[in-house]
Nanobody, 127 residues
Framework: QLQLVESGGGLVQPGGSLRLSCAAY????????IGWFRQAPGKEREEVGC????????YYVDSLEGRFTISRDTAKSTVYLQMNSLKPEDTAVYYC????????????????????WGQGTHVTVSS
């Protein structure tokens, strides 16, 4: 059974950095895209970025201005989200997700494309 577990969240001051981890269990990470999403209080879940296993690329929302980076360690079955120059507006619960099994599981997409979600990890950016 496909399972995702996020970790690494916490409290950080504005301008600081955090690295979130998404550990994958029960499936071959190299066969799946992994998306990172976040949900701030009172707001809808939004995509942060995605790592595609089909084309080997990472995709990010433009609003991040290059502050976040996604990477994979296939040997550890883990995907990372490195977050730099954090701002208070980055405060949210961060989730990783994998698509449903199928022919397009290696490709990125919107929220509806992802069927398996982790439990989330809280990130608070505050002085």
């Amino acid at each position: 059974q496909l399972q995702l577990v996020e970790s690494g969240g916490g409290l950080v001051q504005p301008g600081g950095s955090l690295r979130l981890s998404c550990a994958a269990y029960g499936f071959t990470l190299a066969d799946y895209a992994i998306g990172w999403f976040r949900q701030a209080p009172g707001k809808e879940r939004e995509e942060v970025g995605c790592s595609s296993s089909s084309d080997g690329n990472e995709y990010y929302v433009d609003s991040l201005e290059g502050r976040f980076t996604i990477s994979r360690d296939t040997a550890k079955s883990t995907v990372y989200l490195q977050m730099n120059s954090l701002k208070p507006e980055d405060t949210a619960v961060y989730y990783c997700a994998a698509p449903e099994d199928g022919h397009d599981r290696g490709w990125c997409g919107g929220v509806a494309h992802f069927g398996s979600w982790g439990q989330g990890t809280h990130v608070t950016v505050s002085s």
